[in-house]
């Protein structure tokens, strides 16, 4: 391990079901090259000697993981999800401070759909915010231009994209603070999409570190043939 990148716990939210891919299971239990989804972006952290270990949080009644191969994987540990994305991060990091993780050691959450996480990019985010006070994520600059629409689906004005970066994963936070952001923020019903937005509720601001585009969310069918096209090509 390269002394200068940090050790870390990563959590892997997976326990949506993914309905805009229309497909007979949630989205991170479809095939990729051999394997499911979820088996490619957890992957990357497994690979990794400054893992500390991991929690993946599933559905209640998940009846696809204890057929992957990384099931019986000591270094991970299974919680049930929440209802919403911040409920099972919540409840994956209770978990953490069970096994004896500190306030202050660093935590990745990863989007359980995005399996095209390069080594690189990790070591990248691990280092630039090895130091950093708050902590931040992976992302990338706005390229298309950008509109403003009202509820008719009807331009109202062209945003400045020199300001606007689309946010990726992993997110990358101290365990305490990213604790009591999505607790504080549940309670007092805020609407959080991501782990950056409750740590910015909360006051802080999140430091972007930029990645690869291809770092892509597997939302709809599109884009898991495009990357079986790029797989396929790299091979």
């Known amino acids: 391990m390269n002394l200068s990148l940090p050790a870390f716990w990563a959590?892997?939210?997976?326990?949506?079901?993914?309905?805009?891919?229309a497909a007979d299971r949630p989205k991170q239990y479809l095939q990729l090259g051999g394997r499911t989804i979820l088996e490619h972006s957890l992957g990357c952290f497994?690979?990794?000697?400054?893992?500390?270990?991991?929690?993946?949080?599933?559905?209640?009644?998940?009846?696809?993981?204890?057929?992957l191969a990384c099931a019986g994987d000591k270094r991970i540990q299974r919680v049930d999800g929440g209802a919403e994305r911040s409920g099972s991060v919540l409840n994956a990091l209770?978990?953490?401070?069970?096994?004896?993780a500190d306030d202050e050691d660093w935590v990745l959450v990863h989007d359980a759909a995005r399996p095209n996480l390069s080594r690189d990019d990790l070591d990248k985010l691990l280092?630039?915010?090895?130091?950093?006070?708050?902590?931040?994520?992976?992302?990338?600059?706005?390229?298309?231009?950008?509109?403003?629409?009202?509820?008719q689906g009807r331009v109202v004005e062209t945003v400045?994209?020199?300001?606007?970066?689309?946010?990726?994963?992993?997110?990358?936070?101290?365990?305490?603070?990213?604790?009591?952001?999505?607790?504080?923020?549940?309670?007092?019903?805020?609407v959080i999409t991501d782990e950056a937005s409750a740590m910015e509720w909360s006051g802080m601001a999140p430091r972007l570190i930029e990645g690869r585009a291809d770092n892509l969310k597997v939302t709809r069918p599109?884009?898991?043939?495009?990357?079986?096209?790029?797989?396929?090509n790299r091979r």
Do not use: C
């Open 160 to 190: 400045d994209r020199s300001v606007i970066w689309q946010a990726y994963t992993p997110q990358m936070f101290r365990l305490g603070a990213l604790h009591r952001a999505l607790a504080d923020s549940l309670v007092a019903d805020a």
């Open 46 to 67: 497994l690979d990794h000697p400054g893992l500390k270990g991991l929690v993946v949080s599933l559905a209640v009644d998940d009846p696809y993981w204890p057929n």
């Open 94 to 100: 209770l978990h953490l401070h069970a096994l004896g």
């Open 11 to 21: 959590v892997i939210p997976a326990a949506g079901v993914g309905a805009r891919m």
């Open 127 to 151: 280092g630039q915010l090895a130091d950093d006070p708050v902590g931040g994520l992976l992302a990338v600059p706005a390229r298309d231009t950008l509109k403003r629409v009202d509820k």
């Open 222 to 232: 599109e884009d898991l043939e495009w990357l079986r096209l790029r797989w396929a």
